[in-house]
Structures are given as C-alpha cells and as structure tokens.
C-alpha cells in the first residue's frame, strides 16, 4: 500500500471547516471588503496579543518587511547607503527591501546551535562594519541571546528591527520575540502560525515609525491618520483644500492593504493562536528529544533557553553532506522537506547578482545549515503516528 505524504501545510486554517463556513456567511452579508473595521479589529486584537502599542495590517510578511525598511528611510532613522546587518541564513525577503531600497545589506553569520545571530557573532561584525541597523530574524521559533543584542544595539545607537515571521509565540526570558527592537515584523501566509491566507503585519511602540507605517501601507496619503495627524501633515504641506488632500500623497509608500476578508480571518484564527502554539510546541518537543539527541547524525540544536518555542517547521543541520543527501532521498514521497528556510542567503543569485563583488564577511554557519541541513512541517494537526513515522526515517 502506497503511504500518504506528511506534507509541509496540512491546513489553510485552523478548525478549517467552521472558519470557511463563518467565512462564506461573513462575505455574504458584507457590503464592503476593501480595507475596514474587520482589519482595524484585528490591529487592536494582535497589537494587544504582542504586547505593543500598534500594530499595522499588510498584505504578507514580505509587504511587513518592505514597508518596515522604507519607514526607517522616510523618517530619516536610515540613510541611503547605510550597511545595514541581516541574518546570513533567512529568507529572500529579509534581504530584498535593503537592496531594493538602497541600503547596504551586511550578513550576520549564525550559531550552528541556535541558528540564529547571537551577541557574538553580531558584535563582531560590528567591529568590522559600520552598521546602522540590523534586521535581525528568529529563524524558526528559535533565538540566541537577542537580549544581549538588544543591549550591544542600544549601547551603540545601532536600530534593531525584528523579522519574526517565524517565530510568533515564542517567548524568550518571559518576553516574546518581536519585542525586542524597535519594530517587527510578522507573516500571517497559510504554511505560518496563524493564517489569513496571505497577510502580514508590522507592530511597534513608537508613535512616529506608526505613523509613517500608515502612510507607507497606502500610496502616502493620509487617510488612515488620525485627524490630528492629518492637520498637522496638511498644515506642513499647505494643503487646505480637501479636494485636494484626498489625493495629496506625502512619502514614498506603495499599496499594500489587507481585505476585509482577510480581517476577518485574522479575528476568527487569533484566538485559536495560544492552542495552535502550545500544539506545535508539544509536537517540536517530542520530535527534538529523539532527533536532537542523535549527535552521530545531526549537529545539537539548544533551545532549553527559550521558555515557549513556537515553530511551524523543525530543522535538522547534518553531521555530512552524505547525510543529508541520503536523507533527502529516504523522504521523496513520504515527508514533505525544504532546505532550513532560504538557506545562507549569500548563496542566492539575487545576492551574488548585486553583491558578487562585495568583500562581505562569509557566514560559514549559515553555509553549513545550507549545505547540510533541511526541515520538514510542524503542524498542530500532525499525529503522533506521523512523528513515529518521521523519526524512523531520520534516524534508521
Ligand atoms: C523570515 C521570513 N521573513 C519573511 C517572510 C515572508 O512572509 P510572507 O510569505 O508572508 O511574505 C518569510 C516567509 O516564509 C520568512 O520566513
């Protein structure tokens, strides 16, 4: 008999059915689906689930980061060709909107047993480049000491922005991760943690990076401030006539709103996210104990640092590249597996294409977990029979 493929995304949704039915029932009725109250619900319900004072609602994580990087230069905190640091091993879209946007990106190697940047690794970068920002990624629900970073940052005036796309519920020290820096960022795509099928956000404490965030979602116009913004914005710029304010656009910004379908997705999943983070933890923690304790095949992943660890996939880093080929090969049709996220970033054609270059440091961990390491799903809905199943062809 023929196994079925544990695949990467088992659902578009948490409680699937009940959400498409509510969803069907939530369009019919609607007599608006563009951007609107069910979108403004859900910034209030996230931004307060986060713990932060705003939270803007995008189109996709990727949107989130775009958006974010060209806040940053709109209000002036980055300059045009400022070398700003990333994670070595992340995803294309971390990277895209410095180069797209004129900064000068900088990779941030990793530690092989976090796979994350840690105060090491960062701090000395920093001795080598002159960054003014980093953008750091919790690659898959994990995190190295982000505290520490956190400290070196704002000891020298260097602006932390989070991609935490992948790891939204994790808590590290009693904080979650996306409250470390000034800003973050975070997916809401169906393979993520909580899906509104596509959709992002942007969330922050700082009332200005707020502001301009509205602005920058929508063509740069000021229709989403608040009236006090908006007088302030309009007085600035002399524009007293409201013919014309409505298509007055003040910074460079793009489209990139949500639907109200897409709002009210997030209201109904939203409150499904502490059950869906304590499954998939319960499920990483099982997997983890056997896999991560096979040190003759796999490099040691810590993660007894972090109180909640909150993933949507499970990676392994292998001792050889045989190893991972062979593994590679014992998963075809039956575990449904991906390199560790984008892989070493510098390794990409989109990187060497404008980068090729550029005497950037070599992140040689992040091109360890490139070449030898792969991830397979965590889903809140996978059985204990799949597990079984996928630690037999990992370890065997
Ligand atoms: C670290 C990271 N940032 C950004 C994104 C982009 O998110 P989205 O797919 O919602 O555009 C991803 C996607 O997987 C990601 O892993």
């Not at 294309?92 to 941030?108: A, D, F």
């Not at 600035?236 to 656009?249: A, E, I, Q």
């Not at 397979?376 to 370890?395: A, C, H, R, S």
């Amino acid at each position: 008999m023929q196994s079925i493929m544990i695949k990467l995304i088992k659902s578009t949704f948490f409680h699937e059915a009940k959400t498409k039915k509510e969803l069907t029932k939530f369009i019919l009725k609607a007599d608006k689906l563009s951007i609107g109250s069910e979108c403004r619900k859900f910034e209030k319900r996230f931004a307060l689930y986060q713990g932060k004072k705003h939270c803007v609602f995008v189109n996709s994580g990727s949107s989130a980061n775009l958006a974010l990087i060209q806040v940053l230069l709109n209000t002036g905190r980055l300059k045009k060709g400022d070398h700003v640091g990333f994670s070595a091993l992340t995803w294309s879209t971390n990277v895209m909107p410095l180069i797209q946007l004129g900064l000068i990106p900088v990779p941030v190697d990793i530690e092989l047993d976090t796979l994350n940047v840690s105060s090491r690794t960062f701090g000395a970068l920093m001795k080598k480049r002159p960054v003014k920002a980093i953008f750091l990624t919790n690659l898959l629900g994990f995190c190295d000491d982000i505290d520490v970073i956190a400290r070196l940052c704002k000891k020298n005036n260097i602006i932390l922005i989070e991609d935490n796309c992948e790891s939204l519920g994790t808590v590290y020290k009693g904080k979650k991760l996306g409250n470390y820096g000034v800003a973050s960022t975070f997916s809401f795509y169906v393979g993520h943690h909580m899906s509104t099928v596509e959709g992002g956000a942007v969330v922050t404490d700082d009332d200005e990076l707020a502001t301009m965030l509205h602005l920058v979602r929508a063509h740069g116009w000021d229709r989403n401030l608040t009236e006090d913004k908006q007088l302030f914005l309009r007085i600035k710029h002399n524009v007293n006539s409201t013919f014309y304010s409505r298509y007055t656009f003040y910074d460079l910004g793009y489209n990139l709103r949500t639907t109200e379908i897409q709002g009210f997705l997030g209201n109904i999943q939203l409150p499904y996210l502490p059950r869906i983070v304590r499954l998939r933890q319960r499920n990483f923690r099982y997997l983890a104990k056997t896999l991560y304790s096979r040190t003759d095949l796999f490099y040691p992943i810590r993660f007894d640092h972090i109180d909640t660890v909150s993933n949507f996939a499970v990676p392994v880093v292998c001792r050889s590249r045989k190893i991972r080929d062979q593994l590679v090969e014992a998963c075809d049709g039956k575990v449904e597996i991906r390199p560790i996220v984008g892989g070493d970033m510098t390794k990409q054609p989109f990187f060497h294409k404008y980068f090729a270059h550029a005497r950037h440091p070599q992140p040689k961990n992040a091109t360890l977990a490139h070449e030898q390491g792969l991830y397979f799903g965590n889903n809140p809905e996978l059985t204990k029979k799949e597990m079984q199943t996928i630690i037999k062809i990992f370890t065997s």
